[in-house]
């Protein structure tokens, strides 16, 4: 705690707050501080709140529930809950209002409750499973077009939001960038979340050999959406260090990025690409 600016730790404490999501604002809102708060008693470092976190996760609700970042009653509050608390927050995502489009977006705050980097959603949630589950992001929300790796006191952090993570090539790249941890706030739903959640946030680990961090709100069965939950981490090798079920709590994770280099020099799958035949380029 009290980490200094420029200063890495190597090792430290995560707290991903898997709340659950209700139709009104300010309990949101409220309840992330808490969980926040909460974390921050218990040692935790660097909090994370889940996507969508202020806002129910449907269609309807983006715009109604979306703000701007210089009039922003959630930000206002997460700024201030990071530097009362001295705590890093990856505040999970908020239907951000730019112009006349509505964004899925993360922000990053430092323990001084400053805004450090942000990230918007690149990959909209478009989707239609028969008999299953039908959801069309694009309906409403538009796409991002940046990759997001932070700087912070615990290194640097990569940030992807819940459809994000199933693309790979945005994984590696944030590898390359020199991401230690990439963290995806999420919502996969009862039917995407058994399927494949832990598979893909293992396989991201294992892949980029570093820590993976994804975090969903509860499942609240009187939403129209119904989260799968189950906020995990997934350390280099592949492991899972810690996870939730479907019930709204905080879920603890010491991370030791000394780890990272363990494991490569072990394996060294990223030294080891064959760059002579394939590569992975980005502007």
């Known amino acids: 705690m009290g980490y200094g600016r420029g ?16 139709d009104n604002k300010t309990k949101n809102i409220d309840k992330a501080k808490n969980m926040v708060e909460e974390s921050s008693k218990n040692g ?18 983006f715009e ?18 990071a530097s009362e608390f001295d705590i ?19 922000f990053i705050f430092d323990n001084k409750g400053e805004i450090i ?5 690149m990959h909209l949630f478009d989707i239609d499973v028969p008999e299953q589950i039908t959801f069309k992001e694009s309906d409403t929300l538009k796409a991002g ?9 615990m290194g640097k952090i990569g940030i992807g939001i819940c459809y ?8 590696r790249i944030m590898a390359l960038k020199g991401a230690n941890i990439i963290v995806f706030p999420g919502a996969f739903n009862l039917t995407t979340g058994p399927a494949h959640w832990e598979t893909i946030i293992r396989s991201r680990a294992i892949d980029n050999q570093l820590f993976v961090v994804a975090v969903s709100p509860a499942s609240n069965n009187e939403s129209n959406y119904v989260a799968y939950g189950h906020s995990m981490v997934a350390n280099p090798w592949g492991e899972i260090l810690n996870q939730g079920r479907y019930d709204e709590e905080i879920i603890y994770a010491q991370v030791n990025l000394n780890d990272i280099n363990k494991i490569r020099c072990e394996l060294p799958l990223l030294k080891t690409r064959r760059k002579d035949i394939y590569n992975l380029s980005w502007k």
């Open 164 to 171: 994000d993570m199933r693309f790979p090539e945005l994984s």
């Open 145 to 153: 077009n940046e990759i997001t790796v932070v700087e912070t006191d």
């Open 64 to 81: 109604e529930y979306s703000e701007r970042i210089d009039n922003s009653q959630t930000l206002d509050s997460m700024s201030n809950t």
């Open 117 to 121: 980097g942000f990230h918007r959603k």
């Open 44 to 61: 935790a470092d660097l909090a994370i709140l889940p996507e969508m976190f202020n806002c129910p996760y449907e269609n309807s609700k």
């Open 7 to 22: 200063i890495v730790h190597n090792k430290f404490k995560l707290a991903l707050c898997q709340m659950k999501v209700v």
């Open 88 to 106: 890093h927050i990856i505040a999970g995502s908020i239907p951000e209002k730019v112009k006349e489009s509505v964004y899925n977006t993360s």
